[in-house]
């Protein structure tokens, strides 16, 4: 007797036919930003198969570089079932249910959201949406010019941009820079500067799929979990500053602070937990109006906003693993303590004992506790440090990792033939300058191949990330000062050490010319403060025992070192940096030792450092072939 069931176990036999998705994508990007320069969808049973080449290209440089970058792409499948309750939850529905399941959408128009409180920085963020239609100002004849600029329409909280900029998130994500939403319906009663229609229209309602793939995307595979926020760019409207001279600019402090809003991943976690659960009814969601308990604005409203403007709503990326970016900046290493006795037979010299066995088993507890601690923290990555195994459950929301691809970018250097000008900058005979220029052809790569067993989102995301050199710190070697503080094979595996601050920098701070500041400042002066704190030996971080050991880096010397005059030759990565206070005659300082990426760090090889000006070129092209039950037939036809 035949064994069967109906429906569970019927199959339906679905004819393939192989379709070619040969796309490419043209854009300016920014060292350390995280570009989605390719998704598409994929429904159940679509094979995806094929191969990328990339060219990057670059505007002049002030000087020859003698270092370079890594342009890193990679490939990923974010599965719906991340993203939708129902597809997860087990239920059963009927036809006419699954026919008006809806999708999770973002409504970028309308009144803002509010402020968003940045957790890693402080301070309030305000949350600006699109406005409908272009702003009335009393010169209509600057309208066009309204639109073209990447300027909000007012200023203050109630400044809005009045059309998708370029360079953004949702830009490269598919919506066309420079479009408008149409103001329809009727004046809101809430005056809003700018904010005049009440009606969404259909064609600025946004699928929210590409967007989560981006965050989850990052999130497993290139965010750094030792560090306890990501961050994602704010855009070049709202970082709108005059500078000291008076001139207006995008940035004239390019400070980690100041291109970057900043996240809790787990909050973004908890938004896509929330998400499920409102969409296990299949409802459609709008992603702006859902709410957290008790958090006005979230940073998934946030990102989604910033993502409007000239280049924001990017997320951050690490620099490559080195000495200087390893820091496990999670908290305060584990300890386990062993509870002594008191020894009341005194046979003890001390009073009290520990006992061997005791001693063991915190050992064991204490290996445990330290391969949590490493491990950043999330679920698959606990499995794989404690186990040994990847995993890719569907518990752990995670999307498939499909493939990397990565190449070395150095600059050719070039000789003025003649003496000239070129973009304000004069150059002379003999003088020296690069730029990028590389076709990367990945002919040799295993290239793509994935079947998706559940529908999904494909998704492409290039990084350009430096190889910088260091010139601040102080060499590990000469830190050493007596024999107790060098390696031996009796303290191998024994944890974690703090970093001192002189192995990222030795530079002073506090150039501010306030008296009472510069008073109790260690740096100046020849009477003393009362400080006995070498600021030098400040702890910034933990690293792995004797990690200085396991590698080692590239440093600057002479005139491409602190305030050396070819600095702009090379690829140089400060700790401390200093900047003119406005109006003081005076310089400010600021410190960081963020292991992500600040792009505005590695615009001083260029002429125009804003940033809006996108000095590097890419074009990627993408040869895709997906095998789908869709039809090879163009013209209609009744049957199958």
């Known amino acids: 007797m035949s064994k069967y069931r109906i429906p569970s176990d019927y199959q339906n036999q679905t004819p393939r036919a192989m379709h070619r998705r040969a796309a490419s994508a043209y854009g300016t990007i920014h060292p350390g930003l995280a570009i989605p320069v390719h998704h598409r969808h994929l429904n159940v049973g679509e094979r995806i198969r094929g191969r990328i080449d990339s060219l990057l290209q670059s505007q002049p440089m002030l000087g020859p570089l003698m270092n370079g970058y ?132 259909a064609s600025f309602k946004f699928n929210g799929a590409p967007f989560f793939a981006y965050f989850l995307s990052h999130y497993y595979y290139i965010a750094n979990m030792q560090e306890n926020y990501m961050y994602f760019t704010r855009g070049v409207g709202e970082m709108q500053k005059v500078r000291p001279d008076g001139q207006q600019e995008s940035l004239y402090r390019p400070f980690f602070s100041d291109v970057f809003t900043s996240f809790d991943p787990d909050v973004f976690l908890l938004y896509l937990d929330t998400l499920g659960y409102h969409t296990r009814v299949g409802a459609q969601i709008d992603a702006l109006a859902l709410q957290l308990e008790g958090v006005p604005v979230n940073c998934v409203q946030a990102m989604a906003c910033a993502g409007i403007q000239g280049y924001g709503g990017l997320l951050a990326v690490p620099y490559s693993p080195d000495l200087f970016s390893n820091i496990i900046k999670q908290g305060s290493s584990p300890s386990t303590e062993i509870t002594v006795q008191n020894d009341e037979s005194g046979e003890s010299d001390t009073g009290f004992s520990v006992a061997v066995p005791e001693l063991r088993l915190k050992t064991k507890l204490q290996n445990w506790m330290d391969r949590l601690f490493v491990s950043g923290g999330r679920v698959g990555d606990v499995f794989r440090t404690l186990w040994g195994v990847k995993s890719s459950a569907p518990y752990v929301n995670k999307p498939d990792f499909l493939g990397v691809w990565q190449a070395s970018i150095n600059p050719s250097n070039v000789r003025a033939m003649a003496n000239g000008s070129a973009s304000g900058e004069d150059a002379n005979l003999g003088q020296l300058a690069a730029c990028v220029d590389r076709y990367c052809d990945f002919s040799g790569h295993s290239g793509i191949d994935y079947y998706a067993k559940e529908p999904g989102t494909f998704m492409l995301i290039a990084m350009l990330v430096p190889e910088p050199a260091y010139y601040q710190g102080l060499h590990p070697d000469l830190a050493s000062v007596s024999f107790g503080d060098d390696f031996n094979p009796e303290l191998n595996g024994i944890g974690f050490q703090q970093i001192p601050r002189h192995r990222f920098t030795m530079m002073p701070r506090g150039f501010d010319g306030a008296d009472l500041d510069q008073q109790n400042n260690p740096w100046f002066g020849d009477d003393g403060t009362g400080v006995t704190n070498d600021p030098n030996m400040v702890s910034v971080g933990e690293e792995v025992a004797w990690s200085w050991l396991r590698t080692d880096y590239p440093r600057l010397h002479g005139d491409f070192a602190q305030n050396g005059s070819y600095q702009y030759w090379v690829l140089a990565r400060p700790f401390t940096s200093y900047f003119p206070d406005a109006g003081t005659g005076f310089y400010g300082d600021a410190e960081g030792y963020s292991t992500y990426i600040n792009p505005l760090d590695w615009q001083y090889v260029f002429i125009d450092q804003t940033l809006m000006a996108g000095n590097f070129s890419y074009y990627g092209y993408f040869d895709l072939k997906v095998t789908s039950s869709l039809s090879a037939n163009y013209m209609p036809y009744l049957g199958r």
Not at 97 to 119: C, H, I, M, R, S
Request: aromatic letters at 12%; glycine letters at 14%.
């Open 70 to 201: 890594k342009l890193i792409t990679i490939a990923t499948f974010t599965p719906d079932s991340a993203i939708y309750g129902w597809m997860r939850n087990g239920r059963r529905y009927e036809p006419d249910e699954y026919t008006k399941f809806g999708k999770v959408y973002f409504p970028l128009a309308g009144p803002n959201l509010g402020d968003y409180q940045d957790p890693a920085f402080g301070g309030q963020r305000p949350v600006r949406r699109l406005t409908f239609g272009l702003d009335l100002n009393a010169d209509q004849k600057k309208i066009y010019e309204s639109w073209v600029s990447d300027t909000l329409n007012a200023t203050g909280f109630s400044g809005q941009p009045t059309h998708i900029g370029r360079g953004g998130l949702w830009d490269w994500l598919g919506i066309a820079a420079g479009a408008v939403c149409p103001n329809l319906g009727q004046k809101t009663t809430i005056q809003h500067p700018g904010v005049r229609g009440e009606i969404y229209p």
